[in-house]
C-alpha cells in the first residue's frame, strides 16, 4: 500500500505505545490548562438535544450496531467541544482538558488505583487530520491506511474493522494493541464522517487488565454520549468527496508552468452574522455521485448530501465560490481532476492540495469561454470536455495538463448553440446534443439528426447517453431512441409502460451498471428500463419517498440505486426496495431569483422570487407566511414586483395584480380594467390613487376603476418600467420614452434630448433624503436636483437594476453585471470589495428600517449585509 502522510492524532498514538509512563500523559495536555471534573459541573450545562435523523439508509449499508450503554457508569453534564463539530458527557473522576478541536480525559489523583487510562475525541475537517489524498475517500480506507502507516513506525498491532454508529452516523472501530516490556497497552480508535468533508475520532487506551475490567465499558458509555452539532460554517471538501487534486491548469494548449487561477480559502470560518447568503439548496440542476458523497448542482449553491447519514453540507459564495450556482456537475477521477462543476462564470474545481475552491476562467486559463452548460468526463480517453453555450467545445487532457478546442463541424451552425456531449470510443466518436437536433462525429465525417431527416420525431433533443455498447440513446418529450451505429431503435410511452402512461415530458436517462437504464419524466415518474425487452421493468410515480415535480437531473448509482433532483423539493433516491426524500428545511429563503423586496411600517419584510412570495418578521430571522402556485395560496405566477402599501401589500404579474391585507388575497386583472402586460412597478400617491406600470402603459387604480394611459395617449414610450412618488408628483420611467413627471394633471417628459439623461431606457428610481430624484438607466446612474440632470461619472456604462436610499444619505445601486455600488455621502465603491454577492446580477435591493442591506439576484439568492 502506498505510504501516506497523517497529522491524525499524532499525540494521542504516542500515547498509546508509551502509555504506562505516567510522565508521558502529560504530552496530551495542550496549552489549554486542565480542568477538573468538578470545575466542569460549576460550569453552566450546555443543552444537547439528539438530533432526528433521516430515515434513508446507505445503498451500500451493512448490518451496524450503536455502542452499548453502560448504565451504571454516571457521567457528567454535557460538554461542548464547538470547533470539533461535536458534544459529549464526561467520566466522573478524570481531568478533563480542551482545545479548540478536541477533549482529553486522562486518569488523576481521584480516580481508582493505577493512573493508566486516556480517551480522547476530536472533531473538524479532514485538511487538520490528513495531508495527501487517499484512493478512495471511504472510512475503511481512512482507517487502512491509518493502520498502516503507523504499524511502519510503532509496534501496535491493529484489529479488523467493526461497523457501529455514533449518533446514528455509520462508524468504523477497531481494536489496537502494542506490547510494552512487562505489560500490554491495549485500546480501541472509532471513525466517523458526521458531515462530508468533517472527521470525528476517538481514541481510548489503557493497560490490557484494567481495559478488559472497566475501560472498554468507559469507552462505549463515552462514545455513546456523543452527539454531532450542526456545523457553525462550512467544512472543507476533501477527503470522502474529492477523490483526487484539482488541476494545474495551463494557460494555453503548450505544456508549460500553470497559473494558480482564482482560489478562495475553503476552512472553516468564525460565523459572521454581518454577511449572510441567503438561498435555497433544493432549486437542483445536476446530479454527481463521488464515493459517499452526492453533488448538487443547485440554483442556490453548491450542496454535498453524505450518503450514509443523510446530511447536506451547502457551499456559496462566502465559501470561495466564484457564484452561487451551477448549471452542471461531473465526477471526473482522472489525475488532478475530481468534482467539477460548471456555470456561467467558468468551472468550479477543490483544490485538495490547498484546501480552496478555484475558480477556473477565461482570464486564468486557455478556456475560451465562461458559459459553461454542458459537462462530459471521458475516463477512458482521460479528457474533460467542456460545453460552452456560445463557444463550441474545449477539450482538457488530464494526463498532457493541455487545453485544446474541438473543431466543430459545419451542421453545428444549422443545429444551433449546444447543450452536451458524450464521447464513443475514447473520443474518436463524439455526439453533440445541440438546439436543434444531434450531431454524429466520427473523423471528419459529421451528421445533423433532427426531427426531419430522422426518425427523431422533433428537434428538441431532452437528454443522450451512451451504454457498455458504445449505442447512443436519446430521449425527446414523448420517446427513447437508440443508435447502435447503424440502424435507430424507438419507443414510446405505450411501449415503455404497460399501464398508465407517463403524465409528463422525458428530462433524463441514466445508464445502470448491470445494463439496464433508468428514465426520468419532469413529473417525477420514473422508470427502470430493460433494453433487451424494450420496456421498463417498474414504473413509480407518486410513491412515499418520492419529491414533487419538476424533476430535473437523474444520476445512477453503482448498486442499483437512482438519484433524482427537482427544482425545489431536493432529492429521492431509490435503494432497490422503496424511495427516500432528503430535502433540506432549513433553506430560509424561497426560490434563488429574487424579483422584488419591500417593508411594510410594521416592519414586516416581503420578497418576491421565482416560486413565490414570502414574508419575515423585521430582523428575519423567522418566516412568516409562505405563499406559492404549488400549495395554490398564490393568486398567480410569475410575481415581477411587490409594493408595500397601507394595511398590506401589492404584487403584480402579467396583466394581474393582487392586493393581500392580511387575511385575503384582492386579485384585480384584464377584465376590471388593468392593462394586458407584465407588471413591472407599482406605487402609491398621495392621493392614495395605486400606480402600476406595466409592459403596455400605465394603469391608475381610483377606488374600483381603472385609468389607463398608453401611447394613444401621447405617451412617448407604453413599456413602463419604474416609478417613484414624492407627495403629489409621480416619476415615472419607460424604455425608450426617458422619464415622464405627472403633477396637476400634467405630464413632462424628460428624455437624452432636453436634459443630461445617460439614456432613454430608464430601469430604476429612487428618491433621496435630500429631495433629490435618483434615475438608473441602461448606461448608468443620473441625478436629478434642483432641476438639473447630472450623470453620476463612478457608475456609467452599467446597467442599473435596483436602486436604494437611506436616511442618512447613503446610496445603494444594483446593476446587471457588475455587482452592487455604494455610496457613503462622499465617495463612490464596489460592494463588497471581495465580490462575494450570491452573482453579480443584482435584481433588486431594500434597506430596512434597521439599516440592514438586502441586496438580491438574478440568480443564487441574497446577501444579507448588517452595517
Known amino acids: 500500500m502506498q505510504s501516506t502522510s497523517f497529522r491524525l492524532i499524532s499525540t494521542i498514538i504516542t500515547l498509546l505505545l508509551l502509555l504506562a509512563l505516567l510522565g508521558v500523559i502529560g504530552l496530551a495536555v495542550r496549552t489549554t490548562p486542565a480542568m477538573t471534573l468538578g470545575q466542569v459541573l460549576g460550569a453552566t450545562p450546555v443543552t444537547s438535544t439528539p438530533r432526528s435523523r433521516p430515515t434513508a439508509t446507505s445503498p451500500d449499508a451493512r448490518a451496524t450496531r450503536t455502542p452499548p450503554l453502560a448504565q451504571e457508569i454516571a457521567l457528567g453534564p454535557v460538554a461542548q467541544v464547538a470547533d470539533g463539530g461535536f458534544s459529549f458527557r464526561p467520566l466522573p473522576d478524570y481531568t478533563l482538558t480542551f482545545s479548540d478541536d478536541s477533549a482529553t480525559l486522562t486518569a488523576g489523583s481521584t480516580s481508582a488505583p493505577g493512573q493508566d487510562a486516556l480517551f480522547s475525541l476530536r472533531g473538524g475537517p479532514v485538511t487538520r487530520f490528513i495531508t495527501t489524498s487517499l484512493p478512495s475517500p471511504e472510512l475503511p480506507t481512512i482507517l487502512e491506511a491509518y493502520a498502516a502507516s503507523y504499524a511502519q513506525a510503532h509496534p501496535v498491532r491493529v484489529g479488523a474493522p467493526q461497523e457501529l454508529t455514533v449518533d446514528g452516523v455509520p462508524a468504523l472501530a477497531a481494536d489496537l494493541t502494542a506490547d510494552e516490556p512487562g505489560q500490554v497497552v491495549v485500546g480501541r480508535i472509532t471513525l466517523a464522517q458526521p458531515e462530508p468533508g468533517w472527521l470525528f475520532v476517538m481514541v481510548g487506551t489503557g493497560l490490557a487488565d484494567r481495559w478488559q475490567a472497566e475501560l472498554r465499558q468507559q469507552y462505549d458509555a463515552l462514545l455513546a454520549s456523543v452527539r454531532f452539532l450542526p456545523l457553525q460554517a462550512t467544512p472543507t471538501p476533501t477527503l470522502g468527496i474529492v477523490l483526487a487534486p484539482t488541476p494545474t491548469l495551463p494557460a494555453t494548449a503548450t505544456p508549460q508552468p500553470s497559473p494558480t487561477g482564482t482560489a478562495a480559502p475553503l476552512a472553516p470560518a468564525t460565523p459572521d452574522t454581518h454577511w449572510q447568503i441567503w438561498s435555497d439548496g433544493n432549486v437542483i440542476n445536476d446530479l454527481a455521485l463521488a464515493g459517499n458523497t452526492l453533488w448538487a448542482a443547485t440554483e442556490g449553491g453548491f450542496v454535498a448530501w453524505n450518503r450514509a447519514s443523510a446530511r447536506a453540507v451547502k457551499f456559496t459564495t462566502r465559501d470561495g465560490l466564484a457564484v452561487n450556482y451551477a448549471t452542471t456537475v461531473v465526477n471526473c477521477p482522472l489525475p488532478n481532476l475530481g468534482v467539477v462543476f460548471g456555470h456561467d462564470h ?169 445494463g439496464t437504464m433508468w428514465l426520468a419524466w419532469d413529473q417525477a415518474e420514473v422508470c427502470r428500463f430493460d433494453p433487451g425487452t424494450g420496456r421498463c421493468l417498474a414504473f413509480y410515480r407518486g410513491e412515499s419517498g418520492m419529491a414533487a415535480p419538476p424533476l430535473t437531473a437523474l444520476e445512477a448509482g453503482a448498486g442499483g440505486q437512482v438519484y433524482y433532483a427537482t427544482a425545489g423539493d431536493g432529492v429521492s433516491w431509490f435503494d432497490g426496495e422503496g424511495w427516500h426524500h432528503w430535502v433540506s428545511q432549513a433553506e430560509p429563503l424561497l426560490g434563488n431569483q429574487v424579483r422584488a423586496m419591500t417593508q411594510q411600517t410594521d416592519g414586516t419584510i416581503w420578497i418576491a422570487t421565482d416560486l413565490g412570495v414570502q414574508s419575515l418578521n423585521p430582523d428575519g430571522s423567522q418566516t412568516l407566511q409562505t405563499f406559492t402556485r404549488r400549495d395554490g395560496t398564490l393568486p398567480f405566477d410569475n410575481i415581477q414586483v411587490v409594493h408595500a402599501a397601507d394595511g398590506g401589500i401589492w404584487i403584480g404579474g402579467q396583466g394581474r395584480v393582487s392586493f393581500y391585507d392580511g387575511i385575503a388575497w384582492a386579485d384585480y386583472g384584464v377584465n376590471d380594467g388593468l392593462l394586458d402586460g407584465q407588471v413591472r412597478a407599482i406605487a402609491v400617491d398621495a ?13 391608475i387604480l381610483t377606488g374600483e376603476a381603472f385609468f389607463n394611459l398608453t401611447r394613444a395617449d401621447n405617451l412617448p414610450s407604453d413599456q413602463i418600467t419604474a416609478l417613484a412618488t414624492a407627495g403629489q408628483v409621480v416619476w415615472i420611467g419607460s424604455q425608450g420614452g426617458g422619464l415622464y413627471r405627472f403633477q396637476d394633471n400634467q405630464l413632462q417628459v424628460f428624455n437624452t434630448a432636453n436634459v443630461q439623461l445617460p439614456s432613454d431606457n430608464i430601469t430604476a428610481l429612487a428618491l433621496h433624503q435630500d429631495g433629490s430624484l435618483l434615475i438608473g438607466t441602461d448606461r448608468g446612474l443620473a441625478r436629478f436636483h434642483e432641476g438639473r440632470f447630472s450623470p453620476i461619472p463612478d457608475v456609467s456604462d452599467t446597467t442599473v437594476t435596483a436602486l436604494a436610499s437611506t436616511p442618512r444619505g447613503e446610496i445603494w445601486v444594483g446593476t446587471a453585471d457588475r455587482g452592487a455600488f455604494y455610496f457613503d455621502g462622499a465617495t463612490w465603491s464596489p460592494f463588497p470589495r471581495d465580490g462575494r454577492l450570491p452573482a453579480p446580477q443584482v435584481s433588486a435591493l431594500l434597506v430596512d428600517q434597521n439599516g440592514v442591506v438586502w441586496i438580491g439576484s438574478r440568480r443564487g439568492g441574497l446577501l444579507r449585509y448588517t452595517p
Open 346 to 514: 467558468g468551472l468550479q474545481l477543490f483544490d485538495l492540495q490547498q484546501g480552496r475552491w478555484k475558480t477556473l476562467d477565461s482570464n486564468t486559463s486557455a478556456m475560451r469561454s465562461d458559459r459553461v452548460v454542458g459537462l462530459y468526463c471521458d475516463l477512458e480517453g482521460g479528457l474533460l470536455w467542456v460545453v460552452y453555450a456560445d463557444q463550441g467545445i474545449d477539450v482538457f487532457d488530464a494526463a498532457a495538463n493541455t487545453w485544446s478546442a474541438v473543431p466543430l463541424p459545419a451542421q453545428a451552425q444549422e443545429a444551433g448553440a449546444l447543450r452536451d456531449v458524450v464521447t464513443v470510443d475514447e473520443g474518436q466518436r463524439y455526439w453533440l446534443l445541440a438546439e436543434r437536433g444531434v450531431i454524429a462525429v466520427d473523423g471528419q465525417t459529421a451528421t445533423l439528426y433532427n426531427g426531419q431527416n430522422s426518425p427523431l420525431d422533433t428537434d428538441q433533443v431532452t437528454a443522450m447517453a451512451v451504454d457498455g455498447s458504445g449505442s447512443v440513446w436519446l430521449t425527446t418529450a414523448s420517446t427513447l431512441y437508440r443508435f447502435d451505429g447503424e440502424s435507430w431503435s424507438s419507443f414510446g410511452p405505450e411501449q415503455l409502460v404497460v399501464s398508465g402512461a407517463p403524465a409528463g415530458r422525458l428530462t433524463d436517462l441514466a445508464i445502470a451498471a448491470d
Open 687 to 699: 392621493s392614495q390613487r395605486v400606480w402600476f406600470g406595466t409592459s403596455a402603459g400605465l394603469s
